[in-house]
């Protein structure tokens, strides 16, 4: 595949899609705000629109504890502010065990053989969006930090190598595949009866009868849906591959300002020698080893009483004590995590500020009438044929304001179900559709970034220039995708 040709003056010509993409990064250096200047023209957006479709400013209705409807913008508004609290502080813990799991000596070690594995600036960029989407397809919040913590080595061992790319590819997994992966929060939750609500459960059995839950081999392991996500992870390389600037062009982490550190120097930070008896219990893993052992006899009994498939028990808050207790066993000596663990803390600092601003957005959405308004539109204008590409493209969109895969879905479920019975569309298949269109908003803001960015040192805008060119490559393939499968597929 050509990539470049030969510039007059000697260098190298990077090719159209590489060119398209700097010119991309140049745009949002210069125009785009950062992560938090996102929330706010956001939140101002949803408002206006709000508005301008008729919703109430002020609005409460009679229940007020227990309504999730009939609000008003401002009180929509407030009442979703703090809805996500219990999101925001598991994602902050994802980043704080995540980080910890990484920066502990053995993973350290693994991250440091694979950051070696790339030969080429190129290459370096492509194998870190097959990381990325790989990782992301097991487990999207492994993905965020893993990926990040590999690109920052590679682009510390590989001359040449633009860490604005190589930062926005590994974020790729949360952009591409990780919906239709193993920790899909939709295919999970329609496969659960306890994580579906009543009303969406009679809406499902409306026309399949049974207990109202869609199992995961009629989302996730369709071979329709497994063979749209290879066939979106195949269209990510290549484009990893296309936009890679040359080395000549390339902004380097020193170009940027960013030190990088050797990944196991700073592994190996905690390991401060005990100066007196009381400084034995930070350094020695007896506790440590035993209370991890508490730990994963629980999440082995956790797994063991799950209803159904075992899929069904990975919730967040089973992953972050997984990768607590990981950390526990993995640093060996309490020191060297609590070391890690603070060095986390800064990466969350992101999360811990602008969640609650998106979880304004999310009310203002979910409790006013304004999400079934833009339903109602979409479903009108819909026919059997075109209904996936519509409610993939709508959801892409709804996923700008909310960034959020499991409650997002929850706001989508009731009607794009009920529509597709109506219209005859295969009710497994409307998940994956979702997922598809879910994932690829995310290559359009700054959310989901938040956790990579933190450790890479980078801002949204260096890197939405090169997410924008993949959303551009990647979201006509989805678009083509679920309309061409849907047709393969029996009703419901």
């Given at each position: 595949?050509?990539?470049?040709?030969?510039?007059?003056?000697?260098?190298?010509q990077?090719?159209?899609?590489a060119?398209?993409?700097?010119?991309?990064?140049?745009?949002?250096?210069?125009?785009?705000?950062?992560?938090?200047?996102?929330?706010?023209v956001g939140?101002c957006?949803?408002?206006?629109?709000?508005?301008?479709?008729g919703?109430?400013?002020?609005?409460?209705?009679?229940n007020?504890?227990?309504?999730?409807s009939?609000?008003?913008?401002?009180?929509?508004w407030?009442?979703?502010?703090?809805?996500?609290?219990?999101?925001?502080?598991?994602?902050?813990?994802?980043i704080?065990?995540?980080y910890?799991?990484?920066?502990?000596?053995?993973?350290?070690?693994?991250?440091?053989?694979l950051?070696?594995i790339?030969?080429?600036?190129?290459?370096?960029?492509?194998?870190?969006?097959?990381?990325?989407?790989i990782?992301?397809?097991?487990n999207?919040?492994?993905s965020?930090?893993?990926?990040?913590v590999l690109a920052?080595?590679i682009?510390r061992?590989?001359?040449g190598?633009?860490?604005?790319a190589?930062?926005?590819m590994?974020?790729?997994?949360?952009?591409?595949?990780?919906?239709q992966g193993l920790s899909?929060?939709?295919?999970?939750?329609?496969a659960?009866?306890?994580?579906?609500?009543?009303?969406?459960?009679?809406?499902i059995?409306?026309?399949?009868g049974?207990?109202?839950?869609?199992p995961?081999s009629?989302?996730?392991?369709l071979?329709?849906?497994?063979?749209?996500?290879?066939?979106?992870f195949?269209v990510?390389l290549?484009?990893?591959?296309?936009?890679?600037?040359?080395?000549?062009?390339a902004?380097?982490?020193?170009?940027?300002?960013?030190?990088?550190?050797?990944?196991?120097a700073?592994?190996?930070?905690?390991?401060?020698?005990s100066?007196?008896?009381?400084?034995?219990l930070?350094?020695?893993?007896?506790?440590a080893?035993?209370?991890?052992l508490?730990?994963?006899?629980?999440?082995?009994?956790?797994?063991?009483?799950?209803?159904?498939?075992p899929?069904?028990?990975l919730?967040f808050?089973?992953?972050?004590?997984?990768?607590?207790?990981?950390?526990?066993?993995?640093?060996?000596?309490?020191l060297?995590?609590?070391t890690?663990?603070?060095?986390g803390c800064t990466?969350?600092?992101?999360?811990?500020?602008?969640?609650p601003?998106?979880?304004?957005?999310?009310?203002?959405?979910a409790?006013?009438?304004l999400?079934?308004?833009?339903?109602?539109?979409?479903?009108?204008?819909?026919s059997?044929?075109?209904?996936?590409?519509?409610?993939a493209?709508?959801?892409c969109?709804?996923?700008?304001?909310?960034?959020?895969?499991?409650s997002?879905?929850l706001?989508?479920?009731?009607?794009v179900i009920?529509?597709?019975?109506?219209?005859?569309?295969?009710?497994?298949?409307?998940?994956?559709?979702?997922?598809?269109?879910?994932?690829?908003?995310?290559l359009?803001q700054?959310?989901?970034?938040l956790?990579?960015l933190?450790i890479?040192?980078?801002?949204?805008?260096?890197?939405?220039?090169?997410?924008?060119?993949?959303?551009?490559?990647c979201?006509?393939v989805?678009?083509?995708?679920?309309?061409g499968?849907?047709?393969?597929?029996?009703?419901?």
């Amino acid at each position: 595949m050509t990539t470049s040709v030969q510039a007059p003056n000697g260098g190298t010509q990077d090719n159209a899609i590489a060119r398209l993409a700097q010119r991309f990064t140049v745009w949002t250096e210069r125009f785009l705000p950062d992560a938090f200047g996102f929330v706010l023209v956001g939140t101002c957006i949803v408002f206006v629109f709000g508005l301008a479709t008729g919703e109430a400013l002020t609005r409460t209705p009679e229940n007020v504890a227990t309504a999730t409807s009939g609000f008003g913008l401002v009180d929509a508004w407030g009442k979703g502010f703090w809805a996500l609290i219990t999101f925001t502080m598991q994602m902050t813990m994802i980043i704080v065990g995540g980080y910890a799991v990484a920066m502990s000596p053995p993973v350290a070690r693994l991250i440091a053989r694979l950051a070696q594995i790339p030969k080429t600036a190129r290459g370096a960029i492509v194998f870190t969006a097959a990381v990325a989407m790989i990782s992301g397809y097991l487990n999207w919040a492994f993905s965020l930090i893993f990926t990040a913590v590999l690109a920052r080595e590679i682009a510390r061992l590989i001359r040449g190598v633009d860490y604005r790319a190589i930062g926005a590819m590994a974020f790729l997994g949360l952009g591409t595949v990780w919906a239709q992966g193993l920790s899909g929060s939709a295919a999970l939750q329609m496969a659960s009866p306890a994580s579906t609500p009543e009303a969406l459960k009679k809406i499902i059995a409306s026309a399949r009868g049974g207990t109202g839950v869609i199992p995961l081999s009629d989302t996730i392991f369709l071979w329709q849906g497994m063979a749209s996500t290879a066939i979106i992870f195949l269209v990510g390389l290549a484009m990893a591959w296309l936009l890679a600037p040359s080395p000549e062009r390339a902004k380097t982490a020193e170009d940027l300002g960013i030190t990088l550190k050797p990944l196991l120097a700073e592994s190996e930070e905690a390991k401060i020698r005990s100066t007196r008896p009381g400084d034995w219990l930070e350094h020695s893993p007896l506790f440590a080893i035993l209370l991890a052992l508490l730990g994963f006899w629980y999440i082995v009994r956790h797994f063991a009483n799950a209803t159904g498939s075992p899929l069904n028990a990975l919730d967040f808050n089973t992953i972050n004590l997984m990768l607590l207790m990981l950390a526990l066993v993995l640093h060996w000596r309490p020191l060297s995590m609590v070391t890690a663990v603070r060095s986390g803390c800064t990466a969350a600092s992101g999360v811990l500020l602008q969640y609650p601003f998106y979880g304004g957005i999310f009310g203002m959405i979910a409790f006013t009438g304004l999400s079934k308004t833009i339903a109602g539109w979409l479903v009108s204008a819909s026919s059997t044929l075109l209904f996936p590409p519509i409610i993939a493209l709508y959801s892409c969109v709804l996923g700008i304001f909310v960034p959020s895969g499991g409650s997002k879905w929850l706001i989508e479920a009731p009607y794009v179900i009920d529509a597709a019975n109506q219209l005859h569309v295969n009710q497994g298949w409307m998940v994956v559709v979702y997922d598809l269109g879910e994932a690829s908003a995310n290559l359009l803001q700054p959310f989901w970034m938040l956790p990579t960015l933190a450790i890479l040192g980078l801002r949204a805008r260096d890197v939405m220039g090169y997410t924008f060119a993949m959303f551009l490559a990647c979201f006509p393939v989805v678009l083509v995708l679920v309309t061409g499968f849907a047709q393969t597929l029996p009703f419901p």
